[in-house]
Nanobody, 127 residues
Framework: DVQLVESGGGLVQAGGSLRLSCAASGFNFRDYAIGWFRQAPGKEREGVSCIATRSGSTYDADSVKGRFTISSDNDKNTVYLQMNNLKHEDTAVYYC????????????????????WGQGTQVIVSS
């Protein structure tokens, strides 16, 4: 059974850090790109970052570039999102998702219809 399970969310002060984890199972991890998305109340879902697990190719949205880093531990079938210098506007529910993918990830990758989704983890940044 395919599963994506996010963890690592919580409450943090502005300027602080969190590391989110996305544990995947039930599919061939290296054949997929894994993306992080977020949705804040009253806002549309936003693609944050993604990684092609086979190649390590990554893409970061401009809003998080230089602050967030996505990485993959392919032996553990787990993708991480290291979130540094958090801002109040980063407050959202963060989701990871997977899509069958080959090649380099680009901005448009986050616009694709991802196959599998996790349940989300809440990130609250106080100001």
């Amino acid at each position: 059974d395919v599963q994506l399970v996010e963890s690592g969310g919580g409450l943090v002060q502005a300027g602080g850090s969190l590391r989110l984890s996305c544990a995947a199972s039930g599919f061939n991890f290296r054949d997929y790109a894994i993306g992080w998305f977020r949705q804040a109340p009253g806002k549309e879902r936003e693609g944050v970052s993604c990684i092609a697990t086979r190649s390590g190719s990554t893409y970061d949205a401009d809003s998080v570039k230089g602050r967030f880093t996505i990485s993959s531990d392919n032996d553990k079938n787990t993708v991480y999102l290291q979130m540094n210098n958090l801002k109040h506007e980063d407050t959202a529910v963060y989701y990871c998702a997977a899509i069958l993918y080959r090649g380099r990830v680009v901005a448009g990758t986050l616009k694709l219809a991802f196959d599998y989704w996790g349940q989300g983890t809440q990130v609250i940044v106080s100001s």
